[in-house]
T-cell receptor, first 112, second 113 residues
Framework: SQTIHQWPATLVQPVGSPLSLECTVEGTSNPNLYWYRQAAGRGLQLLFYSVGIGQISSEVPQNLSASRPQDRQFILSSKKLLLSDSGFYLC???????????FGDGTRLSIL | GENVEQHPSTLSVQEGDSAVIKCTYSDSASNYFPWYKQELGKRPQLIIDIRSNVGEKKDQRIAVTLNKTAKHFSLHITETQPEDSAVYFCAASTRTGRRALTFGSGTRLQVQP
């Protein structure tokens, strides 16, 4: 069966520091991959999605970037974090076509 | 692009009562409509989904209805229990385009024991 792993689970970073969050999927190949951000008590904001290695689509302008160096690996990065980058970051995967999307356990990021 | 609106934003019911959450979507090409349940601090989890070739789907105490003409779909929870308390999100997607789900803003359901 398919599983999705996200790490770290929690992260506290100072303003201006870099960021790297990692997500890997097991048990499937060529999944669509997604990064979402959820502010406290709010909905899910799509940040990036990828339909294949090296293919990244950005949904909102920001100081974050994403990369997909391998088929089942999706990385969210920033060179310099802002206070507004705090939130709950969720990685998700789905198979091609109209299939359900499945979320990882998320990373709770706090910027000080 | 697709826009999904969800109502109500909060819903409080007594244990045993039914709860209904409604969503509307804007893109008539949308053909897949999942519902997610998110408990506090946890990831959203798929609880039921429906495709546009079906008008209703049921899974024990949970049902989803879809009206393609009116472009709205609803989640029905019967015989609610305290463990149903969570935030529920509806979503819609099309076969093409962004290939991602567009989510509603969420409904916080509180089931009072």
């Amino acid at each position: 069966s398919q599983t999705i792993h996200q790490w770290p689970a929690t992260l506290v970073q100072p303003v201006g520091s870099p960021l790297s969050l990692e997500c890997t999927v097991e048990g499937t190949s060529n999944p669509n991959l997604y990064w979402y951000r959820q502010a406290a008590g709010r909905g899910l904001q799509l940040l990036f999605y990828s339909v294949g290695i090296g293919q990244i689509s950005s949904e909102v302008p920001q100081n974050l970037s994403a990369s997909r160096p391998q088929d089942r690996q999706f990385i969210l990065s920033s060179k310099k974090l802002l206070l507004s980058d705090s939130g709950f970051y969720l990685c998700a995967w789905k198979l091609q076509g109209n299939k359900p999307q499945h979320f990882g356990d998320g990373t709770r990021l706090s910027i000080l | 692009g697709e826009n999904v609106e969800q109502h109500p934003s909060t819903l409080s019911v007594q244990e045993g009562d039914s709860a209904v959450i409604k969503c509307t979507y804007s893109d008539s090409a949308s053909n897949y409509f999942p519902w997610y349940k998110q408990e506090l601090g946890k990831r959203p989890q798929l609880i039921i989904d429906i495709r546009s070739n079906v008008g209703e789907k049921k899974d024990q105490r949970i049902a989803v209805t879809l009206n393609k003409t009116a472009k709205h779909f609803s989640l029905h929870i019967t015989e609610t229990q305290p463990e149903d308390s969570a935030v529920y999100f509806c979503a819609a997607s099309t076969r093409t385009g962004r290939r991602a789900l567009t989510f509603g803003s969420g409904t916080r359901l509180q089931v009072q024991p």
